[in-house]
């Protein structure tokens, strides 16, 4: 998948009206983390994260339950999607669910870029009603242009930051 920011990621629906899909809070500008409550805590975590330009934006964890309001919410997100969507510029009247995915994917995306929690929140919620093997989502920008990766094969990994010695440094200090 290419979207690209702007028209092709712009929202074609209102998503004004949508709730959360699950609790969260705000450790760092830009980085959002789903909070488990108590009566979760020994249920294990299902996670699905989200990475843009390789930093982790955001956790959803599949084993809390969502409220019967954001349930509501997220069958409406469905019904509007039935109405047809934009996507890389084309309206599409009946999108499959490979082009809803894509949609979705892209306006989450474009979300966590534009500090959108709500609509971030609802996407990312959506991803994994429908996808519920999806154990990430990259997503890099550059000059203007995003690109997602769906990943369903490996759970996400912080990655270690290594600092090598050039050889010639290691042989001059013996």
Known sequence: MNPTSGAGLAPALNYAKLQDPVRYKQTTKNSVHSTMSSEHADKPRELLVVQVNGTPMLEYDRAQVLSPKQRASLMMLDE????GIFLNGEFIALPSEQERVEFMAGHLVSALL???EGIAAASCAYLAKVLPELKQ???????????????FDRDYQKELQ???????KLRSRH
Do not use: W, Y
């Open 114 to 116: 534009e500090d959108e």
């Open 80 to 83: 509007k999607l039935d109405a």
């Open 137 to 151: 989502v990259r997503a890099g920008e550059k000059d203007g242009v995003v690109s997602i990766e769906l990943i």
């Open 162 to 168: 290594m600092k090598f010695v050039p050889l010639e």
